[in-house]
């Protein structure tokens, strides 16, 4: 067993795990966070994205105990005080949600993407989001989201910039 020191979704986490366990079942069994979804379970589809230090992995393909000092997002720690965050509403607003199943982890690489680049063109969009599957085949809808997610964040940016000035 392995004590595992992480920063979750805001808060500091100590969990204690086996040191062949994969991140996927610590946050998923351990720590009850269930929006991150188990798929193919080979790092293939992205259902089960999460960010280490804003970056996306595979939760299923990745040892919880690597997890250890880093900080670490799920889909719980995405909005802020009860209240959606632009990727997120933007995601419902485009219509980027149809079964559901891949959406936390598109949202979470979409979220990475948009901490980087406010203003992706279609093809930044793709090929930051390549890691991540939608069955559903709504993929213009996303980019669609991220764009559009970005414009808002990049408003929001621009309005504090104004106010302080």
């Known amino acids: 067993m392995i004590d595992v020191h992480m920063i979750l979704n805001g808060k500091t986490v100590k969990v204690t795990v086996d040191d062949g366990e994969i991140l996927l079942d610590t946050v998923r069994e351990r720590l009850g966070l269930t929006g991150t979804k188990r798929g193919c379970e080979v790092g293939e589809c992205g259902a089960c994205t999460v960010l280490i230090d804003d970056i996306p992995v595979d939760s299923c393909i990745y040892l919880s105990a690597w ?8 889909i719980e720690g995405v909005e802020t005080d009860g209240e959606l965050a632009a990727i997120q509403q933007s995601f419902i607003d485009n219509g980027a949600i149809q079964c559901g199943f891949c959406t936390p982890g598109m949202v979470l690489t979409a979220y990475s993407l948009l901490k980087r680049n406010l203003h992706p063109t279609t093809e930044e969009i793709k090929k930051g989001m390549a890691g991540n599957m939608c069955r559903c085949a709504a993929y213009i809808q996303i980019a669609d989201a991220v764009q559009k997610a970005g ?10 910039k104004e106010k302080s000035l």
Request: a negative charge; zero cysteines.
């Open 151 to 160: 414009e808002i964040m990049a408003k929001a940016i621009d309005e504090v």
């Open 67 to 74: 997890a250890n000092g880093h900080r670490v997002m799920t």
